[in-house]
């Protein structure tokens, strides 16, 4: 057998299989995981893609989630709306955040006017994987900042217990 057989980067240019898919397993595996992460990533907000579902009528709004030993506060960015328009809604293991976007905008002039109207609305659940002290829950709005704020219990205050790490 030549060596140039067992060798495949020594292999010339023009030995290009003319059905690479049929000879080639892997590309098949290779072309089923490309169609795995597409549908992955689909529902994440992928920047050039915002603008297309902000037309379409739904947005997702930034958010921020924060734990520390006492409470677990939640802030999400919700430029344009009010109060009114937000729904915050706690549930055994979950905080849902929903609401609705109406903005209008109108300006006149002399010789033009100009209506833009802007509709949206989104739906985001957080899952809750410690136990939430449901009275003492506090939501609170501030320019444009819907700010969340959900103590734990006692009992799910001391599960957790800080470990010290020594050096030998």
């Given at each position: 057998?030549?060596?140039?057989?067992?060798?495949?980067?020594?292999?010339r240019?023009?030995?290009?299989?003319?059905?690479?898919?049929e000879e080639?397993?892997?590309?098949?595996?290779?072309?089923?995981?490309?169609?795995?992460?597409?549908?992955?990533?689909?529902?994440?907000?992928?920047?050039?893609?915002?603008?297309?579902?902000?037309?379409l009528?739904t947005?997702?709004?930034?958010?921020?989630?924060?734990?520390?030993?006492?409470?677990?506060?939640?802030?999400?960015?919700?430029?344009?709306?009010?109060?009114?328009?937000?729904?915050?809604?706690?549930?055994?293991?979950?905080?849902?955040?929903?609401?609705?976007?109406?903005?209008?905008?109108?300006?006149?002039?002399?010789?033009?006017?100009?209506?833009?109207?802007?509709?949206?609305?989104?739906?985001?659940?957080?899952?809750l994987?410690?136990?939430?002290?449901?009275?003492?829950?506090?939501?609170?709005f501030?320019?444009?900042?819907?700010?969340?704020?959900?103590?734990?219990?006692?009992?799910?205050?001391?599960?957790?217990?800080?470990?010290?790490?020594?050096?030998?």
């Amino acid at each position: 057998m030549p060596l140039r057989n067992l060798l495949p980067s020594i292999r010339r240019r023009t030995d290009v299989p003319a059905r690479y898919e049929e000879e080639c397993p892997l590309s098949v595996v290779q072309k089923e995981m490309n169609r795995l992460f597409d549908d992955f990533f689909r529902g994440f907000d992928v920047a050039p893609f915002r603008a297309m579902r902000e037309r379409l009528g739904t947005f997702s709004p930034s958010l921020d989630v924060k734990e520390d030993e006492k409470a677990i506060a939640v802030h999400a960015e919700l430029p344009g709306m009010d109060e009114k328009d937000v729904e915050v809604l706690l549930a055994e293991n979950t905080l849902t955040l929903k609401g609705e976007k109406k903005e209008e905008k109108e300006d006149k002039g002399e010789n033009y006017y100009h209506m833009e109207r802007t509709y949206g609305s989104f739906h985001r659940v957080i899952p809750l994987t410690v136990g939430i002290d449901v009275k003492k829950v506090k939501a609170t709005f501030k320019n444009g900042v819907l700010m969340v704020k959900l103590p734990k219990t006692e009992e799910a205050k001391m599960k957790g217990k800080k470990i010290p790490v020594s050096v030998e």
